[in-house]
């Protein structure tokens, strides 16, 4: 007797919990794991061939890679360093940094990338801090869930709304315009601006941390000289059979040789007798070096030397989460035959790690103590997808093309306010002439758009919309609707609030309104209500992830430079959680009535 074919809504869950494992999992990159998501749903028969990857072209995608290439072409402009400029004069009260940062933050979001936006004032923020005596963490947790706030104001503050307003869309209505979430998201911004300040600031911990980045890594303990006497095995090495030799990554500054300083990427000879290498390494590296090439280890630090290096320099920079560098070795990465970088030490939630450096995988959130020649370091950060702190320069740009490139977004979004054209066109056209106008170089183009959430977007898109189309979110809005339907509405409002609000704690919140928009709609129809409401919960929900450090990507950029733990979100996090909660139901209702 043959069996019966299993529901297509029965595969669509089953995928989804596979694809919701892979997201937890975190060993997959969530961009990865959307893609087999999407192959799978093909061989599945829920998504068609000739479908599978529409999402690509989906106008939120667009819109998104759209939003990304203006960002950067704020950043390139001077407009967000004039505002980081502006912040570093507020004084050394904690309530009015917590309020000028998380504030200016907040603003920028609404009208770029919220990461963006965050990793230009991350640097402000440290250094605020360093120069008041305070632990950074008082001020980065508040300035990461301020970019998250600040996202919530406009249609291109966040994916998630631009996802949201293609939904509704789909239900006969106009889609979403550039100031439709602003009622909403400007109101539970401001609730909760006040909590941050007042009170969000005084939970975060409160962990003394090292006011410089010698105290930081602890340097000086590092700091040495070798020096290659007559019976020395190293007398004829080049740098890299010295290297080689220990089977360590030794960071080697310099060669002094008589009085000459020789700089590292200078030095092509091999080593002769009376020659001092300096060298920065853990203690029982150095030791390992100097009995394995014969070298005597000098009782003197070679700081004051380090301090008249002109054209070396060592930098502090934090793992951002589209980092080449995640999940690989210096060796790996060739750290300095490719980029010219030594790696000097590492911190990770706080505290330097004590391993052996060629033995570390990079997170997410990594410290790093890098030295590199001062002319490429900024060039090859980036590359890395690092981002220097606490040290960065402010430049105020140019003014024709910060008056440029805030002329030209204005233009887009008036565009799209008098319906003269769709926001993934106007938006498009804005991107492409502040590249043509010289805004933004060519080069900077491809670089500033977040590639693992393009794909995620364009992955998912098909299988939320198999969710649909298999009756999968219509059985799962039922069942909701059977749970709350006998109080009201607005409760059932709440309940889809709060499970998309935890949905995107743990999973990316792209992939939070993906999947719970069409459930969204098919609860308002259970209720016969407007799908307004209940759309808007999802897109406020999806983007307010402050229990977790996975939940967002400026949560993650901020636990290592504040050397927060996993646990330490929520001691924040959970009370303005439930700040929002209360605060946009009640506005949502208002503001887009059953």
């Not at 406009?154 to 789909?170: D, K, Y």
């Not at 977040?450 to 809005?477: C, F, K, Q």
């Not at 303005?576 to 209702?589: C, G, M, N, Y």
Request: proline share 5%; charged share 15%; hydrophobic share 55%.
């Amino acid at each position: 007797m043959p069996t019966a074919p299993i529901p297509d809504h029965i595969l669509v869950y089953l995928l989804l919990a596979f694809t919701l494992g892979g997201f937890l999992w975190g060993r997959i990159r969530y961009d990865l794991v959307a893609l087999l998501a999407l192959i799978a749903a093909v061989l599945l028969g829920l998504v068609p061939a000739e479908n599978a990857f529409a999402g690509f072209g989906h106008p939120a995608v667009i819109t998104v890679a759209a939003v990304l290439v203006l960002s950067q072409g704020f950043l390139r402009s001077g407009l967000v360093d004039l505002i980081a400029a502006q912040a570093m004069k507020v004084g050394g009260r904690p309530t009015l940094q917590i309020l000028t940062l998380a504030g200016s933050v907040a603003v920028m979001s609404a009208f770029m990338n919220n990461v963006g936006a965050l990793a230009l004032m991350l640097p402000v923020a440290i250094r605020m801090a360093r120069e008041n005596g305070n632990p950074p963490s008082l001020l980065l947790m508040p300035l990461a869930f301020g970019s998250l706030l600040g996202g919530l104001m406009t249609l291109i503050g966040t994916p998630p709304n631009i996802i949201i307003a293609t939904f509704r869309g789909q239900t006969g209505n106009e889609e979403y315009g550039m100031f439709d979430f602003l009622p909403v998201g400007g109101v539970v911004l401001v609730v909760g601006l006040v909590f941050l300040t007042l009170f969000g600031w005084r939970l975060a911990p409160k962990r003394k941390e090292p006011s410089t980045t010698d105290e930081l890594f602890a340097i000086a303990d590092y700091l040495s000289e070798l020096q290659v006497v007559e019976k020395s095995d190293a007398k004829g090495w080049t740098l890299g059979e010295l290297r080689e030799r220990c089977e360590e990554i030794i960071a080697v500054v310099a060669v002094m040789r008589g009085e000459r300083r020789i700089p590292v990427q200078d030095f092509n000879g091999t080593l002769r007798e009376g020659d001092v290498v300096l060298v920065e390494a853990d203690p029982d590296h150095i030791k390992d070096l100097a009995r394995k090439g014969g070298l005597k280890i000098s009782g003197e630090a070679f700081s004051e030397r380090l301090s008249e290096a002109k054209d070396l320099e060592v930098v502090e920079a934090v793992v951002k989460s589209d980092s080449p560098m995640i999940q690989r070795s210096v060796e790996q990465l060739r750290l300095l035959d490719r980029y010219g970088l030594y790696l000097l030490a590492v911190a990770r939630e706080g505290g330097r790690l004590k391993k052996r450096l060629k033995e570390i995988r990079f997170r997410v959130g990594d410290v790093l103590l890098l030295q590199g020649g001062g002319e490429t370091l900024k060039d090859s950060l980036h590359d890395l997808g690092c981002l220097p702190l606490a040290k960065r320069d402010l430049s105020i740009g140019q003014p024709r093309r910060l008056l440029l490139s805030v002329a030209l977004f204005a233009v887009a979004v008036a565009a799209t306010m008098l319906g003269w054209l769709p926001p993934a066109v106007a938006l498009t056209a804005a991107a492409l002439l502040s590249i043509l106008t010289g805004v933004l170089p060519l080069r900077e183009v491809y670089t500033a758009i977040d590639w693992p959430v393009i794909v995620l977007l364009g992955a998912l898109i098909p299988i939320g919309a198999s969710l649909e189309t298999s009756g999968g979110a219509d059985l799962i809005a039922r069942g909701l609707f059977a749970v709350t339907s006998q109080w009201s509405a607005v409760i059932s409002l709440a309940a889809l609030f709060l499970i998309t609000m935890a949905l995107s704690n743990v999973i990316n919140n792209v992939a939070a309104a993906v999947l719970m928009a069409p459930i969204a709609i098919s609860l308002a129809a259970g209720f016969e209500a407007s799908a307004d409401p209940f759309l808007m919960a999802v897109a406020i929900s999806a983007s307010c992830a402050f229990l977790t450090p996975i939940g967002h990507q400026s949560n993650t950029l901020v636990m290592g430079p504040g050397g927060y733990r996993f646990g330490d979100y929520w001691r924040m996090g959970l009370p303005l959680s439930l700040l929002v909660l209360v605060t946009a139901i009640p506005v949502i209702v208002w503001v887009w009535p059953l």
